[in-house]
């Protein structure tokens, strides 16, 4: 589970504070891994901000992997609320039981459906729990985790029953800064903002989704792309999923990619409005072949 850090970079933590450490399938930065490990060691949720397309959901599939823990996820939208993370309480399958089937309907507890974070705690063993895209929801939604993310432990009211965190998941909050998120709960986690990848990081981030990639066409892909991000104006710069669907594109269709500097296909793979299209005609770019 240790990685170790190449031969010119000293190891300046403690052994076994650095838990993790990327895997084969996922880059990190030494700030991303640092923020990681610090959560982990602390015990406290990480907040996770970055771009669209910057890695952030995929990072829990990747610190689960990289810690052989099951991954939880709970996908917030903007009806979710904080209790039903915890459990509900499915009282229509209830009465349906009671009308139409031979069930016991006065044992409560087969009513009573935990929620990923609820199921976080009860878990025997240590998970990974993902709370994707937190600001989908109602501004107080941060507010009503607050208690159970610092206790780690619920009521079920229904059932009397108080459920404790055997191991204290690790967990992953992601949030694209559609809100501002409350000050309570900011103070409770660790953050971090990841940085768009700069030009060698992403060459590697390339390689783990296209190990087999020539250098020419990872070359004129990457200079082409960066390029592209520098059009001013853009209201939408293309992001790390993007340059990956257009290499993809690229690659399935053969193009030869040394005309990108003139010609740019694909282009809805990495431009995705038509303002911003025109943006990037006007910088000289034809748009295909
Ligand atoms: N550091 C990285 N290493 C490997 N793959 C990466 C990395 N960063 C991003 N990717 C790839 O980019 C794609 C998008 O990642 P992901 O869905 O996690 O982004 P996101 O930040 O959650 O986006 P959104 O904010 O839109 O939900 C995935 O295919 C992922 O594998
Ligand atoms: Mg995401």
Known sequence: MFKKRAAEEPEIFAPGFRRFAGTEGYIT?????????????????????????????????????GLSMPLLRWHIKSTTQAAQGLYVYDTVQRLHDSRFGDADVSDISRYIKLGPLGASFASKEQVVLLIDEVDKADIEFPNDLLHELDTMAFDIAETDEHIEALHRPIVLITSNN??????????????????????????????????????????????????????????????????????????????DTSQLAVKLPFLGTLIKSERDLEQVVATGRGRGY
């Open 29 to 65: 930065s030494a700030p991303l891994e640092q923020a990681v490990n610090a959560a982990i060691a602390l015990e406290r949720p990480l907040l996770i901000k970055g771009e669209p397309g910057t890695g952030k959901t995929v990072l829990a599939e990747h610190i689960a992997q």
């Open 178 to 255: 559609e809100k501002e998120l409350p000050d309570a709960f900011l103070r409770r986690c660790v953050f971090h903002y990841i940085e768009f990848p700069e030009r060698k990081l992403m060459e590697r981030i390339v390689r783990v989704h296209f190990p087999a990639i020539e250098a020419q066409l990872l070359d004129d892909c990457i200079a082409t792309f960066y390029a592209l991000r520098a059009v001013e104006g853009l209201r939408k710069r293309p992001s790390t999923s993007e340059l990956l669907d257009w290499i993809a594109a690229l690659k399935r269709a053969g193009v």
